[in-house]
């Protein structure tokens, strides 16, 4: 089994040596430059790399010239970028360039190899659904497929921006990971179950998994209120549809998934916010994406109620038909088998809880 080789690159003699002795450390391989032009040259002699972690703020050449020249020419080689600066527009300026991932200094250990480990596991499946794609003989079964057909997309959806943007929003709500996963998953079977091209179910993903981003833009005395919320405070956290909205608009890549994010609170007889839209005024991956939220939200523990059965999520689902949801897309999810939500909760829990023990191990700090 071949090692993962990492280019670190960094005009600190100490930054660059103790990163390279963690990831040394972690059993990958590192070769080391101290600037961008130096990293390009190891890259031109053909040298070949998993991964390159390079600082942002690098004499003759930085890390973003690094990273434009590099995605040209190795595109399925992820970049993860380092900095100091403590601006969000810094580090999006960095995603949308087409890095993997950000890291702020200092960070720690497990930090650093958390992020590593999603970059080479993202590149490798990348790789080996290239490969299966072009090298599939047969199918399994439709039930098994189905499930696998919607993990792959769910994966296919944590892009660069996803991962990067979801983290932050993580470490502001520390229950978000696991919901907007879930959400999404359910958010895919459905979307392909309505028999939707496989584009639009990507950008429909990518809303729904970005669907809270906003909440970054809400006081934390609000967000993580254990009581109930003040009129006043009800009115600033419906504010996040927008601000989600706003955040996500300029960037290309996201330009269609932020009208999910924007019309994620609408309902289907216009009671919903932030503009009281009704119908097919409301954009399909949004209606879409109220069943699934809703199904997550009831088959979910909460601190005032324990979780409830898919039966119960069903009939309640069926019940808000035409007022809260698009009676189209609830016949679709009513015509999907119990055990596919069942399979894709259990997955992907499994996914959270292996990350949070990750995360609980972190004792080094740069």
Known sequence: MSVDKILVVDDEDSIREIVASMLTAAGYQCRKAASGVEALSILANGEEFSLILSDLMMRDLDGIGLLEQTKVKYPEMPVIMVTAVHDVSVALGAIRNGAYDYLLKPFEREQLLASVRRAIETRRLRMENRAYQMNLESLVSARTEQLRQTMADLERSYDITLEALGDALDLKDSETEGHSKRVTAFTIAIARAMGLTAERIRVIARGAFLHDIGKMAIPDAILRKSGPLSEEERSIMREHCCRGYQMLRKIPFLSEASEIVYTHQERYDGSGYPRGLRGDEIPLGARIFAVADTLDAITSDRPYRAAQSIRAAREEITRCSASQFDPNV?????????????????????????????????????
Do not use: G, N
């Not at 679709?332 to 939500?341: A, C, D, K, R």
């Not at 990750?358 to 740069?366: C, G, L, S």
């Open 330 to 366: 609830v016949r679709t999810f009513q015509s999907m088998p119990e055990s596919i939500w069942l399979d894709l909760r259990k997955e992907i829990d499994a996914q959270v809880i292996s990350f949070a023990k990750e995360k609980m191990t972190a004792h080094v700090i740069v």
